[in-house]
């Protein structure tokens, strides 16, 4: 793999990202108008042109900017062709696949609108724009289940040993943890043998994300009650730090507090720093932000990592996604008048 020529694409990409002071004047801006017309003088400048012609508002924003990261990505793949390195690359861009697919599924659960779910997917991963119009015209959760498995798709695979299930108990959450299941442990498998850098530094981030899902799971668990017993079949395999019987031995701490203390003296005791109001409300979703925070911070740390290597594509990835989903949130909360303090909370990182 030619990283040198590659990487330094991806830098040139990368000097087009938003600076932390352009972000703040996105955030002081009174209404969307006036937040597209300073987006219009970025790099979205010709995606927010293209979607003027159909849409307007806050319409106009979310189909710019999601046209504007599949782009982004497509351009990525395109530099990466052959080999070990664009395997380890799909793997990162299957997270997407993997998210749509939970996303339609959710809708079609509630039955929402068709439009309304189409809205909300990113088709940066194997299925494209296309493919996902065509998931989320289906009637029901099995009709999408069935489409993939007609069209090969892996991720058909778990959702139906566990449909049955599903049917059984209605909880959405056993085809969202076989979906999540799947991804990582085919992951990790294509991993476990290589010794490459770029495969160490991919697992990394992977365990990383593992560990954080298990903690957000022990958290809400202990918030809502639930048996012990009922959540161990939850828990994906991550780091050795965090297995089974450290995640067991957390719920049974019982609360918040207890789950926090026993985070001491790992890479995740900064969430004990939460406000206590936060922590004695059990507002969960604070917790969540500050892990997401923290996984975001070290994928993108990844810029200073081995110039010749796939950390530079990971850390860019990961920073091109959190801007979207920056603007998004931005967006979204000018929409609905959203108090300022309120919306900085909800971003990933400023």
Partial sequence: ME????????????????????????????DVDSLISELEKTAYREELEKAGVLYSGINRIEVAIRKDLVKTFRTI???????????YLTIILNRWDVQNIKTIIRGKKIQENPAEILECLIPAGELDEAALTELVKQVDVKAVIDLLATWGIVYARPLTQHFKEF????????LEYALDTFYYQDALAKLKTAESDDARILKNILVTEIDI??????LRSVRDRIDTEEVKRYFVQGSPDFDTEKLLSMMKAGTIEGVLK????????????????YIAAEKISAFEKELE???VKKAVGQFMGDPLSIAIPIAYIWAKFTEVTNIRVIARCKVTEVPEKELREALISV
Avoid: C, W
Avoid at 213 to 218: A, D, E, G, R, S
């Fill in 3 to 30: 990283y040198a020529y590659v990487n330094a694409r991806i830098k040139a990409m990368k000097s087009r990202l938003l600076d932390p002071s352009l972000l703040e004047q996105l955030i002081n801006k009174p």
């Fill in 293 to 295: 925070r923290y996984l």
């Fill in 213 to 218: 899902n298990n903690i957000k799971t022990v």
């Fill in 167 to 174: 049917t059984d108990s209605g909880d959405m959450q056993v």
């Fill in 77 to 87: 793949l395109t530099l990466i062709k052959g080999g070990e390195t664009e395997t």
């Fill in 262 to 277: 026993q985070l001491e003296h790992t890479p995740y005791q900064f969430i004990a720093k939460i406000p206590p109001e």
